[in-house]
């Protein structure tokens, strides 16, 4: 950086990148966020991708979006609105200026803004910018695409080739404007593409011609930033997303267990990556089925459960629907099994890639009989391993399904994860039927948590059947009597009723708040911000957020109680208010409902809860 | 280590008497004695239905699950511990109508579970409705005026399905029972065995063409890999090839003599004539009893398993400690 240039520090900064979804926006998004978190950044990511797999090129509906958010202090969501919006096209100029600031900075490919773009995008005049009421000095304007194909003119790629660079271009550009060690970003393609070594020199070679780009032709007009990292936890960090915790969870508790990880499961948005993740690691010996259906996703894990392993089967809501059957049937015969919902929004197929937290209760109520079942929703994306990893140590020690509830914004959301050792996790030990019992053992005798024992196929002396038809409770046959129906449906209650969790942390002023935010799951670091940006104005907040769903933490009522006003928000209609008003005797929330299908927006939080306050 | 068929009985069935699922249930506890696979190593597991009652009275570990996924299931079982020998228990409805799709994929991807499908033709549980083996124009409670679709042909949606084993014997017939049982055990893979068995209560006399010994010597064939198809109460008749077809003759007439008689090849990849034997049905041709295909195929459990074996030795990474170090790791000081 030469030093007449002028930089500002900066506590936190928004950077989206938009273009059309083969753009590779992600791609650049991503290392962008990994640039950032190597220097100690705090980060946290969200890719905003169509339905569409390849839309026509440069169409509205084809745009597709990662946004990073990087802060010197911790950052709990991926900013509401951009300070930098990089649109690869008239398009995503379009459609993603709507999620930048007034005074944000604009990147964009003015070889993408010919008329036949301006047309596709639906401008109606020539000067977009003008048209759009954006500061023409807040515009980078570059030529991009030639500046990349002048770049690489003698590297010998063909031209789709070299197209594909564009994305870096855009990163170089970036990098240059919040100051940013491009030896990082290289050495990040020399890794992915360690195979490709011309792909991964000529990525180079446009991230350094976009950064000089930057730092030759604009440096007069535009100020350079500088994150400085206030707040490390030291460590060794990786950048993960939400699902692929999930799988990392997964995989972590079935080493713990000394267990087989099995997996069935069907590809469904936004899940499959959870498939995917898994079906790569089959030298840790993971199985992961991909079925016929959802059904057998979940009935099959409920065989691989039955022969010793720890099972699960990941899904979005309407794989749910599918699934509940199953799912019940694993309730009935006290079988351990982690079913992931990824939640999507809905009904039906719904809005397939974007993010709500509608299925609650089906989650927790959409099954036929008394079933009861836990339930847990992580808080972020690396919330999600610790989150996979409770829900297979209470479904392997409780013998019982546990659903465990994600959603888009956090399975493809990322943050720095930092490396986690399995050695500090608690142990997990299944109820293996103890073998002093063998004579004695009937299928339902169940230990001092009412938990059932376990008799996995090819122990001698224990063979048994279970089965979907209710059971005696002494003798494991099957019983139509009502006496020993409502027992058993009792005891399976009790049994998930006595499930030890954590109480729920209040943060904030917690002694003396106004206003109590209460939440759940994944808008965690929405709520949080909410609640920070609250109590810099001088209001008194407190946020509780929930992931211990059913049962809930012993302490929910105290603290439900404790504050003046209590405002429920989540991104459905009012089911975990609902839920709650059911639990807590007398408890009358005020709520805060969104089901946009995109995570919360914190200005609007703040909005709404001071209108509470 | 030597079993008898008390190592395998469990509980007082509790099923029509006359009904079909006794004999079988018997003729399976005998056969799985036989075969000598221990109890515990054996899991049996059913769906819903009549006869999806079976696990309840074996000995060995078994499942009594939902109706139409026990194929589903006892494939994570399987796959999960390929040791288990693992039975499915299905009846008409659970195995092909609810079930349908398990069954091909099942049968598709080739895993090694024993598939018996217990054909009556009726759904005895719900006390009466026509199931998807019964005939066009079937009466039952929910068709009191007939049927007005055709039945499935298990053999033929399993053949469709790239199934690579199929046998069928009747329920009252203990020996035959116990030889497709016998052979579907020794088969790896995705074996599926049709019981024609009796349901005396909503379809009686179903399969009473072939149900009793005298009229299956006439009504029914038994085919044996290698042997000639030869039927009949002193083996008069006799299957030969009549152009692209199939067709009975009665040996020593009109031409045609043992030597024309075809030979049975249960191995042969190519399912084209093995499909016609199944389908075969009277009064012009007589029913394939026996093994009617039994090929050999890659099964979809071993490949699993073989495939994570294989990438254990070619992967750097083998617990979870290892497989963090494979991403890309910064450090914050």
Same mark, same amino acid.
């Given at each position: ?54 839309? +026509? ?294 809005? +397939? ?103 996995? +196929? ?156 | 280590?030597? /079993? ?42 059913? !769906? ?8 309840? /009275? ?10 139409? =996924? ?24 659970? !195995? ?11 049968? =598709? ?20 409705? /026509? ?69 005396? %209560? ?8 072939? /149900?009793?010994?005298?009229? =299956? ?111 890309? %790791?910064?450090?914050?000081?």
């Amino acid at each position: 950086m030469s030093n007449n240039l002028q930089i500002k520090n900066l506590d936190n900064v928004v950077v989206r990148f938009s273009g059309d979804s083969g753009d590779g926006m992600q791609l650049a998004g991503n290392i962008f966020s990994t640039v950032s978190a190597t220097v100690g950044n705090s980060i946290s990511t969200f890719p905003d991708y169509p339905a569409d797999i390849r839309a +026509p090129q440069g169409s509205l509906t084809g745009v597709s979006g990662f946004q990073v958010h990087i802060g010197a202090t911790k950052v709990y969501t991926p900013g509401d609105k951009c300070d930098v919006l990089v649109a690869m096209n008239a398009a995503a100029l379009k459609t993603q200026y709507k999620y930048a600031k007034s005074n944000a900075t604009i990147i964009i490919d003015t070889d993408s803004f010919k008329e036949a773009d301006l047309q596709k995008a639906q401008f109606q005049t020539s000067d977009y910018i003008a048209e759009m009421n954006i500061d023409p000095d807040r515009v980078i304007a570059c030529p991009l695409t030639t500046m990349v194909k002048d770049c690489l003119k003698d590297s010998g790629m063909d031209v789709k080739s070299i197209l594909k660079c564009r994305n870096m271009f855009a990163l170089g550009l970036v990098c240059w404007l919040f100051d940013r060690d491009l030896e990082i970003a290289f050495n990040f393609l020399k890794e992915k593409f360690a195979k490709k070594a011309g792909v991964a020199e000529a990525n180079i070679k446009v991230i350094q011609a976009g950064y000089d780009y930057g730092h030759n032709t604009h440096s007069s007009a535009m100020n350079v930033y500088r994150i400085e990292t206030a707040e490390k936890t030291p460590g060794r960090y990786m950048d993960i997303t939400g699902n692929k915790a999930t799988a990392y969870g997964l995989i972590a508790a079935a080493e713990k267990a000394g267990l087989r990880l099995y997996l069935g499961s069907y590809p469904i948005t936004p899940a499959t990556d959870v498939l995917h993740e898994l079906s790569k690691h089959k030298s840790l010996g993971v199985t992961t089925v991909q079925c016929e259906d959802e059904i057998a996703g979940c009935a099959s894990a409920i065989g691989a459960s039955f022969a010793g392993a720890l099972a699960a089967t990941s899904t979005s809501g309407p794989g749910i629907c599918l699934k509940s059957e199953a799912m019940n049937l694993a309730v009935i015969l006290e079988l351990p099994l982690v079913v992931l919902d990824v939640q999507r929004g809905g009904p039906a197929t719904g809005l +397939p890639t974007k993010s709500e937290q509608t299925d609650l209760l089906q989650a927790l109520y959409g099954r036929n009989g008394e079933s009861p079942m836990p339930v847990i929703a992580a808080l972020s994306p690396t919330d999600c391993f610790d989150a996979a990893y409770e829900a297979s140590k209470i479904a392997l020690e409780h013998m019982t399904p546990v659903v465990l509830l994600t959603d888009a914004y956090l399975g493809n959301g990322s943050a720095a994860f930092k490396l986690p050792n399995l050695a500090d996790y608690p142990a997990i030990n299944p109820p293996y039927v103890p073998e002093e019992l063998l004579g004695k053992w009937t299928p339902y005798m169940r230990n001092e948590d009412m938990v059932r024992y376990w008799a996995v +196929p090819g122990r001698k002396g224990f063979t048994h059947i279970l089965g979907g038809l209710e059971k005696d409770d002494k003798t494991g046959a099957i019983s139509t009597n009502p006496e020993n129906h409502d027992l058993m449906c009792r005891k399976r209650a009790e049994k998930i009723e006595r499930i030890q969790v954590p109480d729920v942390q209040v943060e904030g002023d917690k002694d003396d708040a106004e206003l109590l935010i209460v939440g759940f799951g994944s808008t965690y670091g929405h709520l949080h911000a909410a609640m920070d940006e609250m109590r810099a104005a001088g209001k008194k907040v407190a946020l509780a957020q929930f992931k211990y769903i059913n049962p809930l933490p012993k302490n929910t009522s105290e603290v439900l109680k404790k504050y003046k006003t209590v405002v429920v928000a989540e991104q459905n209609l009012g089911q975990f208010a609902g839920y709650l008003r059911m639990k807590v005797d007398g408890f009358v929330p005020k709520q805060f409902n969104e089901v946009k299908g995109q995570p919360f927006n914190v200005s609007e939080l703040v909005e709404a809860f001071n209108k509470i306050y | 280590m030597e /079993y008898t068929i008390n190592d395998f009985k469990k509980g007082q069935p509790r099923w029509c008497p006359g009904c079909g699922d006794h004999f079988f249930l018997a003729a399976l506890q005998k056969t799985m004695a036989e075969i000598g696979v221990a109890p515990e190593d054996t899991a049996v597991i059913s !769906g819903i239905g009549c006869s999806s009652r079976l696990p309840h /009275y074996m000995a060995t570990y078994g499942m009594n699950t939902i109706h139409g =996924r026990a194929a589903a299931i006892a494939t994570g079982c399987k796959v999960t511990n390929p040791k288990l020998s693992v039975w499915q228990i299905s009846g008409d409805g659970d !195995g092909l109508a609810i079930g349908g799709n398990h069954f091909i994929h099942a049968n =598709r991807r080739n895993i090694d579970l024993k598939m018996i499908l217990l054909n009556n033709r009726i759904y005895g549980l719900t006390k009466g409705q /026509y199931s998807p083996t019964s005939p066009r124009g079937f009466v039952s409670k929910s068709s009191p005026y007939g049927t007005v679709e055709d039945p499935f042909r298990p053999a033929e949606l399993c053949f469709g399905a790239r199934g690579h084993f199929f046998a069928r014997a009747v329920a009252t017939d203990a020996p035959g029972t116990a030889e497709i049982l016998k052979a579907a055990h020794a088969h790896k893979g995705a074996a599926v065995c049709e019981i024609l068995q009796n349901c005396v %209560i909503f379809n009686n006399g179903t399969h009473d063409s072939v /149900y009793k010994p005298d009229v =299956r010597k006439k009504n029914a064939i038994y085919l044996k890999h290698g042997e000639k198809m030869v039927f009949g109460e002193n083996n008069e008749f006799g299957l030969v090839q009549d152009g692209f077809s199939i067709k009975v003759v009665k040996i020593g007439e009109n031409g045609y003599t043992l030597d024309d008689v075809l030979v049975h090849d249960a191995h042969c990849e190519d399912n084209t004539l093995q499909l016609k034997l199944a389908l075969m049905e009277g009064p012009d041709f007589p029913i394939a009893l026996g093994v009617i295909r039994d090929v050999e195929a890659p099964t979809y459990d071993e490949a699993v398993n073989a495939q994570i074996e294989e990438l254990k030795t070619q992967k750097k990474y083998h617990n979870f400690s290892e497989l963090l170090e494979t991403n890309d %790791i910064w450090e914050v000081k």
